[in-house]
């Protein structure tokens, strides 16, 4: 029997926890050609709800597209893969697509040469007949807006991992972008990232071209009741005896974490396949078991990290959720320096995704490397 815990990949469908108010409202601004930021820390399951939400879009009625820009390193690379990404939705022979793409775009030439993607698709490659890539991205974009209005469709176009564009060298893609879709009144956008704080400053920061340009959708950690009714159903279905109040545990030590509930109950289920039943000390195991496999990746990140780096992460992985960090006694008590080398510490923290801001409070991300520090600190 298959482990019905995934974690660590896309999931859709009954493999979904939860969300159905994130994807009504998302599938409301779709059908209401919405601009949107779609932002989380890592592993808070955007691209599996994104991908749901387009599981179940009708194609009669829409022509999606979605781009995974994490590949991208360049302006170029950008162009490809929103290229591929428009190819894979055109369900039509060859030979008619490849005229549909001459007929399209001015300046990009489908290559005869084209893979199957996993999901049984094809994927053209392009070649771009221009240097510069303003009209080009503008030709593609004006393009697929003329396609869609063609086919009396409204279209939704996804840019995942989006904020692998800041990282080109130029803001060319950013500019043409903001400019593109202020006109596409059929067409949905939806920006989607992890790294918040590139993303705020691309989206709100005065200066730069998509200020102001879209709705904001933060994506946070799962309810309590759906992870509950979750794992209760998923034992439940495979015969596999479990104790609500063993769940509550689970979603405790998970802090409704939405990757690690997922990777906990993977670790219990296996445990209790052959003898269909969950034992108390069947929890500790699996954090256990994790916490393992997972040391010498967290051994790498600590040897990157300054001093007052580590003192910082070690207290925040034992910090009372009453507790002040900008405290004066916090500060003293974990001889930390003054508030403003505290900022500083932090804002380097998040930048390398270890730890995020919610709610006005600083929480780390790994809830598994927090447990590896509480165990070894």
């Not at 990290?305 to 500060?331: C, G, M, N, R």
């Not at 003293?332 to 500083?344: A, K, W, Y």
């Amino acid at each position: 029997m298959e482990n019905p815990f995934i974690y660590g990949e896309i999931v859709t469908g009954k493999n979904l926890c939860g969300r159905e108010k994130e994807i009504k409202e998302l599938s409301r601004d779709i059908e209401n050609s919405q601009k949107v930021l779609l932002f989380s820390p890592r592993r808070h399951g955007k691209t599996s709800l994104l991908k749901d939400i387009l599981i179940c879009l009708d194609r009669k009625k829409y022509f999606p597209i979605y781009v995974d820009l994490y590949p991208a390193l360049t302006e170029t690379d950008f162009i490809r893969l929103l290229a591929k990404a428009f190819s894979r939705e055109i369900t039509a022979p060859v030979e008619k697509t490849i005229n549909i793409f001459k007929e399209t775009f001015r300046y990009l030439t489908p290559k005869l040469s084209f893979s199957i993607n996993k999901e049984g698709n094809m994927e053209f490659d392009v070649s771009i007949e221009k240097r510069d890539i303003s009209p080009v991205l503008e030709d593609m974009l004006e393009g697929i807006n003329t396609y869609i209005e063609k086919n009396r469709k409204k279209g939704v176009i996804i840019f995942d991992e989006f904020q692998q564009i800041s990282y080109f060298e130029t803001d060319k893609i950013e500019k043409e972008l903001r400019s593109q879709m202020q006109t596409h009144r059929n067409v949905s956008y939806i920006f989607s990232g992890s790294k918040r704080h590139i993303l705020m400053d691309m989206f709100a920061n005065p200066n730069k071209p998509f200020y102001k340009s879209t709705k904001h959708f933060l994506i946070n950690k799962l309810k309590v009741e759906d992870i509950f009714k979750f794992i209760k159903n998923k034992f439940l279905d495979t015969k596999i005896k479990i104790q609500d109040n063993f769940i509550n545990e689970i979603i405790d030590v998970s802090e409704c974490h939405p990757f690690y509930f997922q990777y906990i109950c993977h670790e219990i289920w296996e445990m209790s396949f052959s003898n269909h039943e969950v034992l108390p000390d069947y929890l500790d195991k699996a954090v256990e078991k994790i916490m393992e496999r997972e040391t010498s990746t967290y051994d790498n990140v600590w040897s990157l990290l300054t001093v007052k780096q580590k003192k910082v992460l070690i207290a925040l992985s034992k910090i009372e959720p009453y507790e002040k960090i900008f405290s004066h006694d916090f500060l003293v008590e974990h001889n930390i320096g003054p508030v403003s080398t505290l900022q500083r510490i932090l804002k380097g923290l998040a930048k390398k995704e270890l730890i995020d801001k919610s709610n006005g409070n600083y929480e780390m991300l790994d809830i598994i490397f927090k447990k590896w520090l509480q165990k070894v600190y």
